[in-house]
């Protein structure tokens, strides 16, 4: 797969002004601060962590993790990347302990399963079983995703599911751009492999 | 399998995850009470804090102010590099508690005043009141006299020669300056040499078996340092000796105080001891 690499969206100068106003805030510890971050970032952030951890429950530890460390992150902040950006890298630093941990949970409910997964197929159909196997699809391959190292795992939900660019996702996790295709192709390969174990076809 | 359908799982595991959950708003109330209560534990720990420190710093600058630091830090000093001359104190059947536990000890209080001067110039009066008092039971000291009576201290004879000696009344009352002492230079050591001082009376009194010669340094510690870490012990020691040489007067009136209680208790039961042995 190619990577195409858009140029960054820029918002408009009051948007940026509005979030440097709340970098600021941050910076000097405004409890309200928060607040407003949260309101403004927390759908991105728990859409990430749950397409990262597979796991609502922790997901939303994920997200409660991220913005009480924000008051301290952000000191570090160099305003290179925007601020949502950042507050997505910042999940994704703590985010280790939680896939872990969801992934054992996952494989736990595996061993304890009585039925192997059902080859599953997307095919068009009636509204609810779409929305069965679209979920069956998901779940699939959030287990195929538990084999991946974490710093795979990251690259492709961010390329592959969130479809950012690759400079984005960089930027996010701070390597190279080079590095981040690389992962992701590597995670590509082994999750085609995984999905056809799973007898998804 | 296709690339197709991987990034039909890939769609499909991002439109799983759309959508602010219903515990979304109880996620921000706990994240908004996770901060403050670590603001709050930190204007905790800051409100206790400073108060202890401004307690601390003001008593060392106060301490630092009224010439008491330099005492404090000496016997810190003592505490922290005399572990043998604890040992020494440990096997001595004599007197004197081991340093290291003297020198931080506070004296259990004070019922007992400022011994008062006795109207018999041989006994003992003393500058100040007793500064510390660490009772402690040893065993009196077994025999006392049992040397020939030696010279008193406060003569000029620089040796004790026990056919010279008179029994003259003995003054303890530290002011006098000793006579010309061999081993203990007479000169106005500054603080912290005082400590020094009595460490060698100690020395002298355990180890140098000149018991005339460790009198004088006792008393030449009691002269710079009549308030001083160790001056009681180097009271009760020096009685000890005195006892040693034979001076039965000057020892019953050095040991008075103490069974009389004036010094907190500090041997109290051991002079009396001492006092009735050496009276009869």
């Known amino acids: ?201 | 399998m296709s690339d197709d359908l991987l990034k039909t799982a890939a769609r499909a595991l991002r439109e799983e995850s759309t959508g602010e959950p219903p515990i979304g708003d109880r996620t921000r109330a706990r994240i908004l009470h996770g901060l403050h209560e670590r603001r709050r534990k930190r204007r905790t720990g800051f409100a206790l804090g400073i108060p202890l420190a401004a307690v601390f710093a003001g008593s060392t600058a106060w301490a630092g102010a009224s010439g008491k630091l330099g005492r404090w830090v000496d016997e810190i000093v003592a505490v922290v590099s005399a572990p043998e001359e604890g040992a020494e104190l440990a096997t001595a059947s004599t007197a004197s508690t081991p340093f290291p536990a003297k020198s931080l000890s506070t004296p259990p209080q004070a019922s007992s005043p400022e011994p008062s001067e006795a109207p018999d110039q041989e006994s003992t009066s003393v500058d100040e009141a007793p500064e510390r008092v660490v009772p402690e039971a040893a065993p009196p000291e077994p025999r006392p006299a049992s040397v020939p009576v030696a010279a008193p201290r406060h003569s000029d004879a620089p040796s004790s020669t026990s056919t010279d000696r008179a029994k003259a009344p003995v003054r303890v009352n530290d002011v006098t300056p000793s006579a010309k002492d061999d081993e203990v230079e007479d000169e106005a050591p500054p603080e912290l040499d005082t400590l020094a001082l009595y460490r060698k009376a100690h020395r002298l009194h355990f180890d140098g078996g000149d018991p005339g010669a460790a009198i004088r340094a006792y008393d030449k510690y009691l002269r710079l340092a009549p308030g001083g870490t160790f001056a009681t012990e180097a009271r009760y020691n020096r009685a000890l000796l005195l006892l040693r040489l034979g001076e039965r007067s000057a020892a019953i009136a050095a040991l008075t105080p103490f069974a009389e209680g004036r010094y907190g208790g500090y041997r109290q039961s051991d002079a009396q001891a001492l006092i009735d042995a050496a009276s009869k």
């Open chain 1, 1 to 201: 797969m190619s990577l195409r690499v858009p140029l960054p969206v820029t918002g408009t100068r009051a948007a940026l002004d509005e979030e440097q106003l709340l970098v600021e805030r941050l910076q000097a510890g405004e409890a309200s601060a928060i607040a407003d971050a949260y309101d403004a970032f927390s759908g991105p952030v728990r859409a990430f962590a749950k397409r990262l951890v597979g796991d609502d429950a922790a997901a939303e530890d994920l997200v409660q993790e991220v913005f009480l460390a924000l008051p301290r992150a952000v000191r570090r902040f160099r305003g290179d990347s925007r601020l949502r950006t950042f507050v997505i890298s910042v999940a994704v630093n703590h985010a280790k302990h939680f896939v872990r941990g969801a992934a054992r949970r996952r494989a736990a409910v595996d061993r304890m399963a009585e039925e192997p997964l059902e080859s599953i197929a997307p095919r068009a159909s009636a509204c609810p079983e779409h929305h069965a196997e679209r979920r069956q699809l998901a779940s699939v391959l959030t287990r195929a995703l538990d084999d991946l190292p974490l710093d795979q795992r990251v690259a492709f939900v961010l390329c592959e599911v969130e479809e950012r660019t690759a400079r984005e996702a960089a930027t996010i996790v701070g390597s190279p751009e080079a590095t981040m295709r690389t992962r992701v192709f590597h995670a590509k390969r082994k999750l085609r492999e995984a999905l056809a174990r799973e007898g998804v076809r």
